[in-house]
Structure formats: structure tokens, C-alpha cells
């Protein structure tokens, strides 16, 4: 009786070993993001919201999806603009914004210094960004995003984390998808 014990403890150890080892980190699945074409792979069930943001001046309802998972943050967020001439603008004043709210020193007014070499299948321009900076508790943050537009929807999808690495940001930048149009 002893033997087949030890063999079932050993065979529960196993059990309990494999299952952890087959819980992802990251649970990737693909998000339609509402309201908009954008689909896009969500490395965990995202949270939604939505608030009422300055853009060029105007209120504006910015609308978010976010998610936390080995501990990064990914976000998906979208607002319309009313004149297809704002998007540029709007794109600018987005990255602008970004950069301060995690606290780089005074964000450069040239795209040049935190440009991040990054494609969004279906979108004809993308800015990519890549800085580093200090979240609200004054840790240390990087980001890696991506803005861009479609119509008049202007778009950001961001990952921050104290580091990113490169695999799961060639995956969430990766399964980002426009329609051609």
C-alpha cells in the first residue's frame, strides 16, 4: 500500500506541475475593438472605459481597453475627430500626452528622438514611440505605442512595464489590424 501511495503523490506532483506549467503567462485572444475596424490579439481579457479628454482643445470621448499580464500593461484606445485635417494633429497631441503623463522631462517636440520603428497592418501612416519615464508612484516605466488613424478615428495601442520585452510586443503590435481601404 505504501508504494502505490507514493506513486499517486508522485502522480498528483506531476498533475499539478504540468497544469502550472501550461498556464500561460500571456492568454492571447483576439478583441474586436467595438465601434470602430481595428481588431487587434489582447494578451488577457480587457477592461473597458471610456471619459470625456481634452484633443486640440475640444472635449472629446476617448474610448480604452486595457489589460494587465506579466506584469505589463496593454491598452487599446480610440476617439473620433470631426475633421479629417485633425489627424495628424490629434496623433501629435496624443504622443505628447503620453509622454507626459509618464513624466518624461519635458517631451521632445521632435518625433526623431523617440521614434519606434513599428507597421499596424491596414493603417497608411503609423507614429511609433519608445521612451522611458516614471509611472505614477515614481517607479520606473517604458512604453512602446503605436498611433495611427483610419477615417476619422484616431488610434493608440500601448504596452507599458518596467521592461518589455520583445516577444510580447511583437505580438500585441503584430496581431493589430486595419481593413485596407
Not at 75 to 91: G, M
Not at 142 to 160: D, L
Amino acid at each position: 500500500m505504501p508504494v502505490s501511495f507514493h506513486r499517486a503523490g508522485a502522480a498528483l506532483l506531476l498533475c499539478a506541475l504540468g497544469l502550472t506549467a501550461c498556464s500561460p503567462t500571456f492568454n492571447w485572444r483576439e478583441t474586436r475593438v467595438e465601434g470602430t475596424p481595428l481588431q487587434a490579439l489582447m494578451p488577457c481579457k480587457p477592461d473597458a472605459a471610456q471619459r470625456s479628454v481634452p484633443l486640440l482643445g475640444t472635449p472629446t470621448e476617448l474610448h480604452l481597453l486595457s489589460c494587465e499580464a506579466g506584469g505589463l500593461r496593454f491598452a487599446l484606445a480610440w476617439a473620433e475627430v470631426p475633421d479629417a485635417d485633425q489627424l495628424r494633429p490629434a496623433t501629435l497631441a496624443w504622443r505628447s500626452a503620453s509622454l507626459m503623463a509618464i513624466r518624461v522631462s519635458s517631451p521632445p517636440d521632435d518625433e526623431a528622438s523617440t521614434a519606434w520603428p513599428v507597421k499596424v497592418a491596414g493603417a497608411a501612416q503609423v507614429l511609433g514611440v519608445s521612451a522611458q519615464g516614471q509611472d505614477p508612484s515614481g517607479a520606473a516605466v517604458q512604453i512602446r505605442a503605436a498611433y495611427f488613424a483610419q477615417g476619422q478615428q484616431v488610434f493608440q495601442a500601448a504596452v507599458y512595464g518596467e521592461r518589455l520585452p520583445a516577444e510580447a510586443l511583437d505580438t500585441f503590435f503584430g496581431g493589430l489590424r486595419l481593413p485596407t481601404p
